[in-house]
T-cell receptor, first 110, second 113 residues
């Protein structure tokens, strides 16, 4: 089955600090995505990419940056973490068929 | 832009009763519709997807029918099982089955004995 690996799986960050969430896929997929999950809001798209060295804004990009240095790797960067960014973050990848999700990263900003 | 409205919040059922989760959508194009299921502490996984030839997708006893006239893709199952307890998301894509998804807010289904 398609594999998407996220690290870390959980993290506690300090307000104002920098946070980097990493994602690695071994599916040879062109598309990669970062979603945020909050109770009452569902899954919302932050950034996505369809080719290395290029990223696109999703529906809620403010406060987040993304980096796609290679086809396999896609990072989400919070330059100045805020309390409102406490959430579960999912990375996903897709080719021409279904979207496959990683197991998520639980981020708590204190 | 594209949007999905689905049954949301908490849905509680007794084992053996039918399951019905509603999903309607708005899209400029003819989108693909999906149901994703997420069990506790797991990743969301594809449960069903709409077909371009109007076949009714079925998986694990669940089925859904795409009705373009009413812009709906409701999820149904005749008899709920305890193992169906999970979070269910309706989603759409206008770029095919492997492109970015717009999700509804999710419904947490709890099936009790």
């Amino acid at each position: 089955e398609a594999a998407v690996t996220q690290s870390p799986r959980s993290k506690v960050a300090v307000t104002g600090g920098k946070v980097t969430l990493s994602c690695h896929q071994t599916n040879n997929h062109d598309y990669m995505y970062w979603y945020r999950q909050d109770t009452g809001h569902g899954l919302r798209l932050i950034h996505y990419s369809y080719v290395a060295d290029s990223t696109e804004k999703g529906d809620i990009p403010d406060g987040y940056k993304a980096s796609r240095p290679s086809q396999e790797n896609f990072s989400l960067i919070l330059e100045l973490a805020s309390l409102s960014q406490t959430a579960v973050y999912f990375c996903a990848s897709s080719g021409t068929e279904e979207v496959f999700f990683g197991k998520g990263t639980r981020l708590t900003v204190v | 832009g594209d949007s999905v409205t689905q049954t949301e919040g908490l849905v509680t059922l007794t084992e053996g009763l039918p399951v019905m989760l509603n999903c309607t959508y708005q899209s400029t194009y003819s989108p693909f519709l999906f149901w994703y299921v997420q069990h506790l502490n797991e990743a969301p996984k594809l449960l069903l997807k709409s077909f371009t030839d109007n076949k009714r997708p079925e998986h694990q006893g669940f089925h859904a029918t795409l009705h373009k006239s009413s812009s709906s893709f409701h999820l149904q199952k005749s008899s709920a099982q305890l193992s169906d307890s999970a979070l269910y998301y309706c989603a759409l894509s206008d770029g095919g089955t492997g492109s970015k998804l717009s999700f509804g807010k999710g419904a947490k289904l709890t099936v009790s004995p």
